[in-house]
């Protein structure tokens, strides 16, 4: 069955960096589209980057510039790097393929941007 593993979350300061991963398994990573989302308390879970099996990639405009997807196909993995993070930034990160999000999602990685 599908399964998500996302890691690399914490507690950082404002202006700091954190890599996120997401390792998958259970359908066909190199061919499927993959993104980041997060989801912030009492707030709706929100699509945050897109990269697809091709190679090209979307952010949503508030973390460009900040934020750079990645994905290693031999380790069907995908990597979130965020720089200059923002208290805004703090949320529970996800992954899924996007579009068309699997139901199953993993249990995502808890960041949080204070100081």
């Known amino acids: 069955q599908v399964q998500l593993v996302e890691s690399g979350g914490g507690l950082v300061q404002p202006g700091g960096s954190l890599r996120l991963s997401c390792t998958a398994s259970?359908?066909?990573?190199?061919?499927?589209?993959m993104g980041w989302f997060r989801q912030a308390p009492g707030k709706q879970r929100d699509l945050v980057a897109t990269?697809?099996?091709?190679?090209?990639?979307n952010y949503v405009d508030s973390v460009k510039g900040r934020f750079t997807i990645s994905r290693d196909n031999a380790e069907r993995t995908v990597y979130l790097q965020m720089n200059s993070l923002k208290p805004e930034d703090t949320a529970v990160y996800y992954c899924?393929?996007?579009?068309?999000?699997?139901?199953?999602w993993g249990q995502g990685t808890q960041v949080t941007v204070s100081s």
């Open positions: 899924n393929r996007q579009p068309a999000p699997f139901s199953s």
């Open positions: 990269i697809f099996s091709g190679g090209r990639i």
């Open positions: 259970g359908f066909n990573f190199i061919y499927s589209h």
